[in-house]
């Protein structure tokens, strides 16, 4: 079965430094990869996904994440953090050869300091 | 619509009582999910639907849950003698396609905020 790993609770990172969320997955087969944003009190919104190509993927507000198959890992990451960016990060994968569902890992907090 | 709509947004409930919540996925979207959060914790798969029947149910945590969608559009979850423990929030999200061969991104609702008391 998939499954997914956020070892960081919290991350803190001061205004304007680069910041990185990580993340690693295992999957039986390919893995399709996702990050989401959750603000406080709102549903989950979609930022970037990994299905194949290229491993740097590009997504909203900024964010992109390098997909590293020898690793299994797929961290999210920004050049330059907003306080903006403060929110709850959740990576989420789909074996891409089995059912449809999306497992969710349990989340990292994301701090920006001003 | 543009995003999934879930109903009602809040819910406060005694404990055994009998709840239904309703999602309504963005139009045209034949892939529609389940997922309850609690609190401090990541999306719990429950079930999915392609179209009218479920396809995967192994999330749901036991026969007091059931959703439907009967015409393979908007789906109702329904939660029987409820209890402290299903507080959470209840999230509906849909897909275009529920085969996984593009990835299709699946696209959440704000969720059902569910307290039982």
């Known amino acids: 079965a998939q499954s997914v790993a956020q070892p960081e609770d919290q991350v803190n990172v001061a205004e304007g430094n680069p910041l990185t969320v990580k993340c690693t997955y295992s999957v039986s087969g390919n893995p399709y990869l996702f990050w989401y944003v959750q603000y406080p009190n709102r549903g989950l919104q979609f930022l970037l996904k990994?299905?194949?190509?290229?491993?740097l993927v590009k997504g909203s507000y900024g964010f992109e994440a390098e997909f590293n198959k020898s690793q299994t890992s797929f961290h999210l990451k920004k050049p330059s953090a907003l306080v903006s960016d403060s929110a709850l990060y959740f990576c989420?994968?789909?074996?891409?050869?089995?059912?449809?569902?999306?497992?969710f890992g349990k989340g990292t907090r994301l701090h920006i300091l001003p | 619509g543009a995003g999934v709509s879930q109903t009602p947004s809040n819910k406060v409930t005694e404990k055994g009582k009998y709840v239904e919540l309703r999602c309504d996925p963005i139009s045209g979207h034949t892939a529609l999910y389940w997922y309850r959060q609690s609190l401090g914790q990541g999306p719990e798969f429950l079930i999915y639907?392609?179209?009218?029947?479920?396809?995967?149910d192994s999330g749901l945590p036991n026969d007091r849950f059931f959703a439907v969608r009967p015409e393979g559009s908007v789906s109702t979850l329904k939660i029987q003698r409820t209890e402290r423990g299903d507080s959470a929030v209840y999230l509906c999200?849909?897909?275009?396609?529920?085969?996984?061969?593009?990835?299709?991104?699946?696209?959440f609702g704000e969720g059902s905020w569910l307290t039982v008391v």
């Open positions: 989420a994968v789909r074996d891409m050869n089995r059912d449809d569902k999306i497992i």
């Open positions: 999200a849909s897909s275009l396609f529920a085969q996984g061969i593009s990835g299709n991104t699946i696209y």
């Open positions: 639907f392609q179209g009218t029947g479920a396809a995967d």
């Open positions: 990994y299905i194949t190509g290229d491993n």
